[in-house]
């Protein structure tokens, strides 16, 4: 089982660019979130899929941000475009749908937006 | 779902068991008690799980009052590598989301 799967690790662009983050789930299950962490706001839930359809996305700051999955074993989120708060550490997590199934998380996208 | 109350910090011997408190006096019949730990610049890490019985894992134990209302996590033996941020989370049965709060930070000293 090779857990949840982000990419890249680290992120560096300039402001007003596009960033891109990739997400591949653990094979089986069927929901997938992504979360942004910050010192300020610590761990924030951005938006969860069951069954690749976006379920709440309550958590997106705004426009600039979307998140697509296109199929069961892939997610992007996109920030389109950056700006230096966006700055934060993105995980992407995924489970089976229920409530009584943890969430595995991943290790995490570092981005910085200068 | 039901918020949780968390002591900010503690600290714990090692070698000795770690036992970290939460409150979710608010907590309703189908909700779920999760316990994750997030060791620094790593991701969530999930240690377990219950409903309304104890339950035991390799890593640690749940007591879960009665009442439900609220639980303490036991590090049995605890270890330098178990000093991280704890977060006790009430999962609900309308939709199956974690939202996490501010966490317990545990050291462990030598």
């Known amino acids: 089982d090779a857990g949840v799967i982000q990419s890249p690790r680290h992120e560096v662009t300039e402001m007003g660019q596009e960033v891109t983050l990739r997400c591949k789930p653990i094979?089986?299950?069927?929901?997938l979130f992504w979360y942004r962490q910050t010192m300020m706001r610590g761990l924030e839930l951005l938006i969860y899929f069951n069954n690749n359809v976006p379920i709440d996305d309550s958590g997106m700051p705004e426009d600039r941000f979307s998140a697509k999955m296109p199929n069961a074993s892939f997610s992007t989120l996109k920030i389109q475009p950056s700006e230096p708060r966006d700055s934060a550490v993105y995980f992407c997590?995924?489970?089976?749908?229920?409530?009584?199934?943890?969430?595995?998380f991943g290790n995490g996208t570092r981005l910085t937006v200068t | 779902d039901a918020k949780t109350t968390q002591p900010p910090s503690m600290d714990c011997a090692e070698g000795r068991a770690a036992n970290l408190p939460c409150n979710h006096s608010t907590i309703s019949g189908n909700e779920y008690v999760y316990w994750y730990r997030q060791i620094h610049s790593q991701g969530p890490q999930y240690i377990i799980h219950g409903l309304k019985n104890n339950e035991t894992n390799e890593m640690a134990s749940l007591i879960i009052t009665e009442d439900r209302k609220s639980s303490t996590l036991i590090l049995p033996h605890a270890t330098l590598r178990d000093t991280a941020v704890y977060y006790c989370i009430v999962r609900g049965e309308y939709g199956n989301k974690l939202v996490f709060g501010a966490g317990t930070i545990l050291r462990v000293k030598s």
């Open positions: 997590a995924s489970s089976q749908e229920s409530y009584n199934s943890p969430l595995h």
């Open positions: 094979s089986g299950h069927n929901s």
